[in-house]
């Protein structure tokens, strides 16, 4: 059985895949919760983080939910993504297989701290994506520098798809970019394309003063420039299960 907090079709907002057709699987992994080290402090999802929001589904019963939320006409399926929470603490691989061979693409997001080979389940579960998925990894700024042992894992498994995604909400989180993150992503020839600095938002409006800083580290190193597009399109919404 998998703790859900929502699913739900929508557009993905963010990311490699931002303006694409999607169905979300949220799921419930607590690792989000009030005053635990990985809780950003700029939450959209606030609602995802207690048990009593969840409902319990097995893998038939998310499947089902999922088809029924396909309303795309001819052979391509829209791409699910399967967030949280961290997707990387439960085994979705299950999950992911029925989906494939049902003709769908899956992009996991995740805050990368259990992107690290020495995980069983993380093995599993990215031995268990394609070359047609994609993995949107969001490092927080404000808790430890993971990129190395990110990409160090990831390197057994060249054919997946991703991208980097950094939040700026402060000098101390452009600092640790350009003085940490940066020359580890850099070093290890990760393609700028697939980094996106995102200033924080409020109700999908940033700061002015954080967005030119961003925009700044932007052009400075050639990266991209992340919107928050699912505020742009339908504000701070909360999906039922």
């Known amino acids: 059985m998998y703790k859900i907090s929502s699913i739900f079709k929508s557009i ?58 396909t309303t795309v006409d001819g052979k391509d399926k829209p791409h699910v993504v399967i967030t949280g929470g961290e997707p990387f603490l439960v085994d979705i691989s299950p999950i992911i297989k029925k989906l494939h061979d049902l003709g769908y693409h899956i992009e996991i997001e995740t805050n990368g701290s259990f992107i690290n080979s020495k995980y069983d389940l993380t093995n599993k579960i990215l031995n ?50 350009e003085n940490e993150v940066y020359p580890i992503l850099n070093s290890n020839n990760v393609p700028h394309n697939i980094i996106y600095l995102t200033p924080v ?35 701070n919404v909360n999906y039922d299960i």
């Open 12 to 69: 993905q907002g963010e990311g490699i895949n931002i303006g694409y057709p999607a169905i979300f699987i949220r799921l419930y992994t607590n690792t989000c919760f009030p005053n635990t080290k990985m809780r950003c402090p700029w939450c959209d999802t606030v609602y995802t983080d207690y048990y009593n929001n969840t409902k319990e589904y097995n893998i038939d019963e998310i499947i089902t939910k999922i088809i029924k939320l």
């Open 128 to 177: 268990s994506l394609n070359s047609y998925d994609t993995i949107n990894i969001s490092p927080k700024l404000f808790f430890n520098t993971i990129e190395t042992k990110i990409l160090d894992t990831l390197t057994n498994y060249p054919n997946i798809n991703k991208c980097f995604k950094y939040i700026i909400s402060s000098q101390n989180d452009i600092n640790k970019f």
């Open 201 to 235: 938002t409020n109700e999908g409006i940033p700061n002015k003063e954080i967005k030119d800083k961003t925009l700044e580290l932007v052009y400075k190193y050639n990266l991209r420039y992340g919107f928050r597009g699912q505020y742009i399109l339908f504000g």
